[in-house]
Nanobody, 114 residues
Framework: QVQLVESGGGLVQAGGSLTLSCAAS????????MGWYRQAPGKQRELVAT???????NYADSVKGRFTISRDNAKNTMYLQMNRLKLEDTAVYYC????????WGQGTQVTVAS
């Protein structure tokens, strides 16, 4: 069964940093590009960063230069280092495959306060 478990969210002051982790089933992690998505209140879920099996990355313009995505294929784990957080980064963050996501996990809440 496919499992995606996000962790590491929390409350942080604007300008601060957080690192999110995603533990994924090996059955999907090893063969897929993975990504971090987020959904802010009242908004659609958006893809913010992707990482291919070989390590190439892409970022949404809104997070480029502030967020860094990485993956450890041996541990079936993915990370999102978030620096210089802004109020507009407040959202529930999810990990999943790209471009076609599997069933969503519960996500992890990131709240950026002024």
């Amino acid at each position: 069964q496919v499992q995606l478990v996000e962790s590491g969210g929390g409350l942080v002051q604007a300008g601060g940093s957080l690192t999110l982790s995603c533990a994924a089933s090996g059955s999907i992690f090893r063969i897929n590009t993975m990504g971090w998505y987020r959904q802010a209140p009242g908004k659609q879920r958006e893809l913010v960063a992707t990482i291919a099996i070989g390590g190439s990355t892409n970022y949404a313009d809104s997070v480029k230069g502030r967020f860094t995505i990485s993956r450890d294929n041996a541990k079936n784990t993915m990370y999102l280092q978030m620096n210089r957080l802004k109020l507009e980064d407040t959202a529930v963050y999810y990990c999943n495959t790209v471009p076609t996501p599997y069933r969503w996990g519960q996500g992890t809440q990131v709240t950026v306060a002024s």
